[in-house]
Each structure stands twice: as structure tokens, then as C-alpha cells.
């Protein structure tokens, strides 16, 4: 997960503190050594204690997948503590969710239902979603499928909220109001009518099933 590293208007210095809360890791700032939740962006004890940090969309993919789509990526060359992660670790996708929360109301879907549906039309505090998962890169992603559209001929715009489906022929993402042609991955029209539209992507979070379950007790879980 990304965040922001701004709390209260301060732009703050975060740095692993060796502590662990609920078994998962807990981050320290340099300025104030107030105590953060990783998974919740949020600080459990100090001087910012109460305050969020604003979660960022990211992405865990394979690095190939990514290197594919971003050609000119640069790399942070850090000194390496641990194994590398590769698409083995999600071998039992059981035990892995995408987890989002709107409005203070929590959800995740598993990654063994993503593999198995591939999309997954659903609402979340009103908010229309789209989640899309791809087996072989493991990248998990929601959308808003809700998107203005422009009216020309009134100068204004309406909320036009989208219905999506594979096409059985093609095996392409399309959207049953006008069948254009999506990018599943990037949430973007790539064919017909609403080619260039741009779906709204939301902070997700992939977490061990478990660690959703402690930290969102009240979460839905998607069957």
C-alpha cells in the first residue's frame, strides 16, 4: 500500500519501527515519533494520534507486467533483507483478499473468487465498482465504474454508471452500454464509442485474508 506522507498539513519522514500491533508491522515518523498503523494509514500514539494518512492506488504485480506497461520505470535499488516476491507467493489464493473501505464501511473479495470470475461487478457505500484480477500477473484493481460524460448540446454532463462483461467471441472486457472496448488492467476505453474514457481507480489493498479480517472485523466478505 502507498500513502501520502502528510498528516495535518506537515509533511513527515516514516521509517519501519520495529514494533509490531495485531502481528503486523507499525511505522514511527522522524519528526514526532508518533506510532502508524500500515495497514490502516492511520496513527495509534504520539503527537498525530487520530490523524489519516491519504491512501494512494498501487499495484503488486509481477515485475515483468509492469516493466511491459511502463517501459521507462525507475527502480529504488535497495539493499535486499528478504526473498523475492513472485507470483508464487499467491499460490493459495484463499488466503490472500483485495480489500477496500468507503465511507467507513469495508470490504474484500478473495483472490481465489477474483481468479474464478475474473470481474466482479459490486456496490460499496453507494459507489458502483468494477474488479478486475489477472491470474498470471496477480494484479488485483478496482474501479468506480460511475464516470461523467459530457452533453454538448445542454453544456453539462451526466453520471452515467457502466455494466461490464467479457465478450464470449473475443474474450474482451467490454461495457453493455455501448460495447467499447476496456483495458481491464487499466480501467480505460480502449475501442468504440467511449474510447480515451478513463475509469476512476480506488485505493484497494492487497492483505493476507487474515490481517483484513483483524483490522475490519466488520467486513464484508465476498462469497
Not at 142 to 167: H, Q
Not at 206 to 221: D, L
Amino acid at each position: 500500500m502507498v500513502y501520502a506522507a502528510i498528516a495535518r498539513g506537515r509533511t513527515l519522514t516514516l521509517r519501519v519501527s520495529g514494533l509490531l500491533w495485531n502481528r503486523s508491522l507499525v511505522m514511527e515518523d522522524m519528526e514526532t515519533h508518533s506510532e502508524w498503523s500500515h495497514i490502516l494509514g492511520e496513527c495509534m500514539k504520539g503527537k498525530f494520534k487520530g490523524a489519516k494518512l491519504t491512501k494512494i492506488p498501487s499495484e503488486m504485480v509481477t515485475w515483468g507486467d509492469w516493466l511491459a506497461r511502463h517501459p521507462k520505470t525507475t527502480v529504488l535499488n535497495m539493499r535486499r533483507t528478504s526473498r523475492a516476491y513472485g507470483a508464487h507467493y499467491y499460490r493459495d489464493r484463499s488466503r490472500f483478499v483485495l480489500g477496500l473501505v468507503i465511507g467507513g464501511t469495508a470490504k474484500a473479495w478473495p483472490f481465489d473468487v477474483l481468479t474464478r470470475e475474473r470481474i466482479i461487478l459490486d456496490v460499496l457505500s453507494g459507489v458502483p465498482l468494477l474488479i478486475t484480477y489477472d491470474n498470471k500477473s496477480t494484479r488485483a484493481t478496482v474501479f468506480s465504474r460511475m464516470f461523467e460524460r459530457e452533453i454538448p448540446e445542454k453544456e453539462t454532463t451526466e453520471k452515467v454508471t457502466l455494466f461490464f462483461y467479457y465478450d464470449p467471441d473475443t474474450g474482451a472486457l467490454k461495457d453493455k452500454l455501448t460495447h467499447s472496448t476496456w483495458d481491464p488492467a487499466a480501467g480505460k476505453a480502449i475501442a468504440g464509442k467511449l474510447k480515451g474514457t478513463q475509469l476512476a481507480v480506488l485505493p484497494g489493498v492487497v492483505s493476507y485474508r487474515q490481517a483484513w479480517r483483524i483490522f475490519h472485523p466488520a467486513s464484508g466478505i465476498a462469497q
